[in-house]
């Protein structure tokens, strides 16, 4: 598990809004190097806990604790840009902090976009958008990197290309991962851990690597390389009357719903 | 040269131009339109309480337009609907402006002087106020340049990278109050926010970067001042609606070149 020093810990912690309780009793800790995936169904409390250890909301109960000086490198489930702001992508790369023309170059061929630092954010398109922000993320020499469905709106092979690219970050920046995502059994297969939420932790463990078996071709098909993994639910508690939260269905019935449709 | 009333009313409204370019930009960009008027309406309340209790138009004007943004502000964190909100405070915050000056005893207010703009007599003192008030605000946003801009992309990108978003808002807030008090002679509190934001949209076109529209919205602003002033001389019209209507004059002329230079890149693009 994890060591005494944790990069981020929460302990304890609850989050509500207007006093509905979005988060509650989540023990959490991610050390340098982890890669952690958070899944859940829509509202489940997944963007809200990325936001509690970022500390842009304050818990209800429990806390939060930074290790000191932890610099966050941060890509937002969403950024809408104004049309009215003209920006093009070496400035955004220079947000908040002023970067080389070189250590630019360096961060967008590192994500795989080496051409549209002259860019205007606006004309990109979602895959580079989202490299984009992954690039500026990157510039602040993160000690976690902190990303919200960063694949949102990318088909698989993008999905499957942008894991293997955040493991070769971690790799390369030895940094931490902590990453959600709405898909509930598909995981990036280099996370250590996928931690299964809705409202609370429901369960937590390692993603099954399955890339050799003929079940995951049936469903990835080729061409995704073994980034992507499934993950087995285990809720071994119940939810008593008072909790409006559902369990995700199983692994095996999604396997097979998948399966034939294809 | 401070003498002549021409040359003092010229800086006084390029200083204002000078700390409404930047300014007005982050209007537009954070979608703030309203919120502007909201803010320069109030200064008319400003202007009959300072009259009243006969302190300085500039501290009673920059006092309540401070706080009418401090309550605006306030209220969007809540989460009010912000359309309906500003439309009741801006309006309820002239009306009442111009009930309060009625009341005043013994004054004889020339109301258009304030809600229209008097550039050509502005005083030695008040070129003073003005240009260290833009001058004050001119420094504030260049101070906070990238921590504005950062917050004004993504409050949460802001978090991440150690700004505080309700820090930033606070220096907007502040830095519209300021604006609103020392635009209140050139312009007039009528037009005050127009002064923000078209010199700022007709720059967008021509902008490639967040610091050129910047820097554009400044020299639009400085132009529609000159014109404005040569107007208001010449045909004796009022200098803040002068001034606006030059500057508008600007944007379509802007806005006609920009169309007319994306047609030219269709053609040669073919």
Redesign the interface.
């Known amino acids: 598990m994890t060591s005494p020093h944790p990069l981020i810990e929460a302990q304890g912690l609850a989050v509500a809004y207007r006093g509905r309780q979005v988060l509650g009793g989540v023990d959490f800790a991610i050390d340098r190097g982890e890669i952690v995936t958070v899944v859940g169904p829509n509202g489940s409390g997944k963007s809200t806990l990325l936001?509690a250890l970022?500390?842009?909301v304050t818990p209800s109960a429990g806390r939060v604790r930074r290790a000191r000086g932890l610099r966050?490198?941060?890509v937002?489930q969403r950024?809408?840009?104004?049309a009215?702001?003209?920006?093009?992508v070496r400035?955004?790369l220079?947000?908040?902090?002023?970067q080389s023309p070189a250590r630019i170059a360096t961060a967008l061929a590192q994500v795989g976009v080496p051409d549209i630092a002259g860019q205007?954010m606006a004309t990109l398109s979602g895959g580079q958008f989202q490299r984009a922000l992954l690039a500026r993320a990157l510039l602040?020499d993160p000690d976690i990197l902190?990303l919200d469905e960063p694949t949102q709106g990318l088909d698989q092979p993008g999905v499957a290309a942008f894991y293997k690219l955040i493991e070769e970050v971690r790799q390369t920046l030895d940094c931490a991962v902590l990453l959600v995502s709405h898909d509930l059994h598909v995981v990036m297969s280099a996370a250590d851990r996928v931690i299964c939420l809705n409202g609370h932790i429901c369960c937590q463990g390692a993603p099954k690597v399955v890339a050799r078996a003929p079940e995951y071709r049936a469903l990835f098909g080729m061409g995704t390389g073994g980034a992507l993994a499934l993950y087995q639910h285990e809720h071994d508690h119940s939810h008593d009357e008072n909790c409006d939260r559902d369990h995700p269905a199983p692994v095996e019935e999604i396997d097979q719903e998948k399966a034939s449709t294809r | 040269m401070l003498d002549d009333f021409l040359i003092r009313a010229l800086l006084s409204g390029l200083a204002v131009a000078v700390a409404a370019g930047p300014l007005g930009c982050f209007v537009?960009?954070?979608?703030m339109a309203y919120f502007g008027d909201a803010t320069a309406h109030a200064a008319i309340l400003g202007v009959a309480l300072a009259l009243g209790f006969q302190i300085s138009i500039f501290i009673g004007t920059s006092m309540v337009a401070l706080m009418m943004a401090m309550i605006v502000s306030a209220l969007a964190g809540r989460g009010w609907a912000m359309d309906t909100t500003l439309g009741v405070l801006a309006h309820s915050a002239l009306a009442l402006g111009l009930v309060a000056v009625s009341f005043l005893p013994n004054v004889r207010v020339d109301l258009t002087a304030y809600l229209f703009g008097d550039i050509l007599a502005v005083s030695r003192f008040d070129l003073g106020v003005i240009a260290c008030g833009a001058a004050l605000v001119t420094a504030l946003m260049a101070w906070r340049w990238?921590?504005l801009?950062?917050a004004?992309?993504?409050?949460?990108?802001?978090?991440?990278?150690g700004?505080d978003p309700a820090r930033e808002r606070m220096v907007l807030t502040v830095a519209l109050a300021i604006v609103v008090a020392v635009a209140l002679k050139v312009i007039g509190a009528l037009l005050i926010a127009a002064m923000l934001i078209i010199p700022?949209?007709a720059a967008?076109n021509m902008?490639?970067?967040?610091e050129?529209?910047a820097l554009l919205a400044i020299a639009i602003g400085m132009v529609a001042v000159w014109g404005g002033l040569q107007m208001s001389l010449r045909l004796d019209t009022p200098s803040g609606p002068s001034i606006v209507t030059v500057a508008a004059a600007v944007f379509a002329a802007c806005l006609a070149g920009a169309a007319l230079a994306a047609a030219a890149q269709k053609r040669l693009g073919r």
């Open positions: 936001r970022l500390g842009v966050i490198g941060y937002p950024l809408h840009i104004d009215a702001l003209p920006l093009p400035r955004f220079s947000l908040p902090v002023r205007d602040s902190m | 537009v960009w954070r979608r990238r921590a801009l950062t004004t992309l993504n409050e949460d990108l802001a978090h991440a990278s700004i700022a949209a967008r902008a490639r970067s967040p050129a529209m």
